[in-house]
């Protein structure tokens, strides 16, 4: 079952074009991460939000939660080559260390 | 601090073979998760072991099983091999104690080719 629908699948930019990337469920989570995965390597996770509403940052990427904890989007300001990877996000399930998630979002930022 | 490493990096077998996949968790973590990532099907999990016990299961067939040692390192190992089986096998590590924060460290992964 897909719990997590992302969207877009796929986005290739220039170098400098701001981005963002969505996250959406029918169901409400406690929390959500957001992990960015390189090729030949494992995800790594970016982010934790919990609370409704929260907006986190790291650098250039702004991660926000939805109000009602069934969204959360990623943004990215001023796209490097270096932000290039798959995005996805997940959520825990009800049972500690289960997790959902989504389908991921394929980043190529071009130079 | 020593990341979570697995072992081996590449594997190539043949239908109705088996296979085991062995990972290493960071040092004092507890938990390994265990999961299949394919193009089509994503990131899926397979199974969840702490303290040497299975603590979550996904939706796969009985082929897949795993286990953990009293060191915390776990296999998992699938049998009776599908060319459906092709995936990247991805193991990750974390302290495993409830709750939001617990953050899970993944390893490069096995890339598996069945044919």
């Known amino acids: 079952t897909q719990l997590l629908e992302q969207s877009p699948q796929f986005l290739s930019i220039q170098e400098g074009e701001n981005l963002t990337v969505y996250c959406n469920s029918s169901?409400?989570?406690?929390?959500l991460q957001w992990y960015r995965q390189e090729p030949g390597e494992g995800p790594v996770l970016l982010v934790t939000v919990v609370t409704g509403g929260e907006v986190k940052k790291l650098k250039r990427l702004t991660f926000q939660f939805g109000d009602a904890r069934k969204d959360s989007s990623l943004h990215i300001t001023a796209a490097q080559p270096g932000d290039t990877g798959l995005y996805l996000c997940a959520r825990r399930g009800y049972n500690f260390n289960k997790f959902y998630f989504g389908s991921g979002t394929k980043l190529n930022v071009k130079p | 601090k020593a990341g979570v490493t697995q072992t081996p990096r590449y594997l190539i077998k043949t239908r109705g073979q088996q296979v085991t996949l062995s990972c290493s968790p960071i040092?004092?973590?507890?938990?390994v998760s265990w999961y299949q990532q394919t193009p089509g099907q994503g990131l899926q999990f397979l199974f969840e072991?702490?303290?040497?016990?299975?603590?979550n299961k996904g939706n796969f067939p009985g082929r897949f099983s795993g286990r953990q040692f009293s060191n915390s390192r776990s296999e998992m190992n699938v049998s009776t091999l599908e060319l459906g089986d092709s995936a990247l096998y991805l193991c990750a590590s974390s302290l495993g104690v409830d709750g939001s924060t617990d953050t899970q460290y993944f390893g490069p992964g096995t890339r598996l080719t069945v044919l």
């Open positions: 072991y702490f303290s040497e016990t299975q603590r």
């Open positions: 040092s004092g973590h507890r938990s």
């Open positions: 169901s409400v989570f406690s929390s």
